[in-house]
């Protein structure tokens, strides 16, 4: 089966600029999480979305971030404006629904620097 | 938010086995234990998870302690390519299903 895939694999912004993320999950794919890894740190997650609902954005910085998966498939992470903190690679994750035994499939995800 | 703690980092001799510890005081009845690993530059890929009972699949073996407050993931043979960062991870099924990553586990295979 195809992996989890995201685009772009790089960018690079000038802070206060603003940048978008793509994601498609696995076909199938019920649930989407977002997560933001910084250089020597575990994954934190952003977001979670159940098809097309949102189940967790607890720590979503809402001020600036933004995300959305319309129609259930893909998903966009938006930041507008960028900060230098949220230089970061973000990983998009899907896996196939609410069991606790059904693993997580990542996308190589997308290194965001922000000078 | 992490749940589990692990060492930093370890070093194994190549060829041998590994035995990677995961301490998870707070788990509830219902939370699934995953592990992961994730190579330099690529998302974290699973390796293995478990209820209550040990689990061996083509990757590992996950050794769950009988009152699941820890568990041990264990690689039978190391080798270079399991140079990774190893995460435990409580995947918390009666609070939405997430995933809570930790810092994880460094893992050095020498040569």
């Known amino acids: 089966e195809a992996g989890v895939a995201q685009s772009p694999r790089y960018k690079i912004i000038e802070k206060r600029q603003s940048v978008a993320f793509w994601c498609n999950p696995i076909?199938?794919?019920?649930?989407l999480y977002w997560y933001q890894q910084i250089l020597g740190q575990g994954p934190k997650l952003l977001i979670q979305?159940?098809?097309?609902?949102?189940?967790?954005d607890s720590q979503l910085p809402k001020d600036r971030f933004s995300a959305e998966r319309l129609k259930g498939v893909d998903s966009t992470l938006k930041i507008q404006p960028a900060k230098l903190e949220d230089s970061a690679v973000y990983l998009c994750?899907?896996?196939?629904?609410?069991?606790?035994?059904?693993?997580?499939?990542f996308g190589n995800g997308t290194r965001l620097t922000v000078t | 938010d992490a749940k589990t703690t692990q060492p930093n980092s370890m070093e194994s001799n190549e060829e041998e086995p590994v035995h990677l510890p995961c301490n998870h005081s707070t788990i509830s009845g219902t939370d699934y234990i995953h592990w992961y690993r994730q190579l330099p530059s690529q998302g974290p890929e699973y390796v293995i998870h478990g209820l209550t009972s040990n689990v061996n699949n083509r990757m590992a073996s996950l050794a769950i302690a009988e009152d699941r407050k820890s568990s041990t993931l264990i690689l039978h043979r190391a080798t270079l390519r399991d140079a990774a960062v190893y995460y435990c991870i409580l995947r918390a099924v009666n609070t939405g299903n997430q995933f809570y990553f930790g810092t994880g586990t460094s893992l050095t295979v020498i040569p």
């Open positions: 076909s199938g794919h019920a649930t």
């Open positions: 979305f159940q098809n097309n609902g949102v189940v967790d």
């Open positions: 994750a899907s896996t196939t629904g609410v069991g606790g035994g059904s693993p997580l499939h």
